[in-house]
């Protein structure tokens, strides 16, 4: 496996990609950390570059799909402010789940969110070597704010699933 040598640090691929395979157990544990905080909370650069990267590559690959899957179905119907809108809406939805899977955090996905949407502006503005237009600015605010939003929700959503005390064992008083 290659291995990347850093001045203070030596980070492999490997260990990148177990972070995301790690025990959730020991996350979820009270007493593991002793300090009473839901889950352990360490400032881990690497994996927050790693996710930044993986959600806004899944971002852009999906924007691709959506493109050639409403160009070929919808082309010769829809015109144009239509076709962009309803891809960035599509893709707004999309990068929702991608936030929830990857990042995993109901606190993190206004931070993710204006993230994949910042990065975008730098791509437009680099690409295009102008300043976006008013349309440009309303339809990615509205589709990050549903990023957000969506994200948000899913991430409650689960954060909020009850945590098995059992531990597999069946109960022995029935409520």
Known sequence: MRTFHFPT???????????FNTDKAASYSRLSTGTGHFRITVWDPALIVAQIASVQCLYYF??????????YVE???VNSEKF???????NALSGATFIWRIVE????CLDFSCTIHTIHLAACIW??????????WLLNASCAAITCICAEFLCMRTELNTIP???GQTPKVDL
């Open 105 to 108: 955090r109901y606190r993190l």
């Open 84 to 90: 962009v809108i309803a891809v960035f809406a599509l």
């Open 75 to 77: 082309l010769s119907k």
């Open 9 to 19: 640090m030596s980070i492999s691929l490997w260990s990148i990609l177990n972070r």
């Open 127 to 136: 690409y295009n070597r102008t300043f976006p237009t008013t349309f440009w």
């Open 165 to 167: 005390v059992n531990s």
């Open 62 to 71: 999906t924007m691709c799909v959506w493109i050639t899957i409403i160009s």
